[in-house]
């Protein structure tokens, strides 16, 4: 060994090993308690070593967004993959489109995208499942998009679609993990199957804990694709990751999610989107406040939807002076640590609300699930008592989420 490698090896170990001398100038033992190491969470796409190889002579479909991306730069991963080689056939987009830039809930169209050339098939317009003729000539299907952890956002029903199709057509699909910025708050009713939709297709609660990788280990092992075919996983997991970890997303999921306190409080205060509040859409604070006309007498608090293009063009109480709550300075550290989503703003804001048979809306049932939330609410329940209807649901989901996490 050289001088210059045994000096190189030294700087290594004393910054990987530190320690602390005795008076005779003897090294003691290294202090645990006083050395923690730091820890970098890389996503599956970044670690392109673990599976560029095995792209090789494949043809490759994509499910991906604006949040599928590698590297400090946020270069786009199809455009990392194509320059690497990689035999890219065609792009699948979700709700938002492939560059995240369609208004929450609008048709997408079928395109060419005008960068790389290639199609871009849309799984939010025609239909929500690749068909056959979609995925012919095609080796391997790859997932790699951002996801938020609840159950009413629609990038986990897009990949049960890819899953069942792949599953059907003997096509392996490859996930490129993420951490899931909600990862330690498991809460809310369990679906009932009767209410399934777009916005909630498994009996799981409003936040479900997992990433997609185990997200989608849950729906193979517990058979939920149709006639319970199973799907061909290769998963790229995330590396330094725990469930427990606090992860600022690189870049905004989608349009109505552009702060990182949005991201956190979207499992909370979605579920006014069934309401006949406003919860900021049509503002550049949607999620952050939540409030409507007839609150003025109320709260203080106020704010004006108006129409906002690629972020919500006709938002509820558009062009009308809304009163109510201010979440942006929040402490969301609160929701993580209780492991609980903030179910007090609903029953608050209804009780506060003048109007109250016109409060909820037709959506409230498919966001929630259920409804009995809506009636326990318009009954006047407690929080707590709430909570307690939720168990054993909880307690079962949770048992059946550990046999499918990869993470601790």
């Known amino acids: 060994m ?46 392109t070593g673990l599976y560029l190889n095995y792209l090789k002579g494949k043809n490759i479909a994509m499910v991906v967004n604006q949040t599928s991306i590698i590297g400090e730069r946020k270069t786009p991963v199809v455009d990392s993959l194509l320059k690497l080689g990689v035999n890219i056939k065609k792009i699948f987009g979700p709700e938002h489109g492939f560059r ?10 079928d395109a ?84 399934r939709s777009f916005v909630g297709m498994h009996t799981v609660p409003i936040s479900h804990g997992m990433t997609i990788a185990e997200y989608a280990q849950m729906i193979n092992g517990e058979g939920w694709l149709k006639n319970h075919v199973q799907c061909k996983l290769k998963i790229i997991k995330v590396a330094n990751y725990t469930h427990s970890d606090t992860y600022v997303l690189p870049v905004n999921p989608s349009p109505n999610l552009n702060t990182g306190q ?7 205060v979605c579920l006014f989107e069934g309401t006949t509040l406003s919860l900021g859409r049509g503002t550049m604070s949607p999620f952050l406040e939540v409030g409507h006309p007839l609150l003025k007498d109320k709260y203080g608090y106020y ?79 407690t929080e707590t008592e709430i909570r307690q209807s939720w168990e054993p649901g909880l307690g079962k989901y949770k048992a059946m989420r550990r046999k499918y996490l990869l993470y601790q």
């Open 303 to 381: 704010f004006t939807p108006v129409s906002i293009a690629g972020m919500s063009e006709d938002p509820p109480q558009k062009n009308l002076v809304c009163y109510g709550i201010d979440l942006k300075n929040y402490n969301t550290a609160t929701l993580k640590s209780s492991g609980r989503i903030n179910l007090a703003w609903l029953i608050e804001l209804y009780k506060a609300f003048p109007d109250k048979a016109h409060f909820f809306n037709a959506y409230f049932t498919k966001l929630a699930g259920t409804t009995d939330l809506r009636k326990q609410i318009e009954a006047g329940k």
């Open 112 to 195: 060419i995208d005008s960068q790389t050339g290639l199609p871009v098939i849309s799984l939010y317009g025609k239909h929500f499942k690749p068909t056959p003729a979609d995925l012919m000539g095609i080796n391997l299907v790859i997932f790699d998009i951002q996801d938020v952890g609840a159950r009413f956002y629609t990038y986990i029903s897009t990949l049960h679609y890819v899953m069942e199709a792949c599953a059907e057509n003997n096509i392996e699909l490859m996930i490129l993990d993420r951490p899931n910025p909600n990862g330690a708050i498991i809460d809310g009713p369990i679906l009932d199957t009767g209410y």
């Open 262 to 268: 949005s991201i956190l409080l979207y499992p909370s």
């Open 2 to 47: 050289t001088k210059l490698k045994c000096c190189y090896l030294f700087l290594i170990m004393s910054v990987l090993i530190p320690c602390t001398l005795t008076a005779s100038g003897k090294a003691n033992p290294p202090i645990k308690q006083r050395y923690i190491a730091a820890r970098t969470i890389i996503p599956g796409a970044d670690q």
């Open 100 to 109: 995240g830039n369609a208004s929450n809930g609008a048709t997408v169209d």
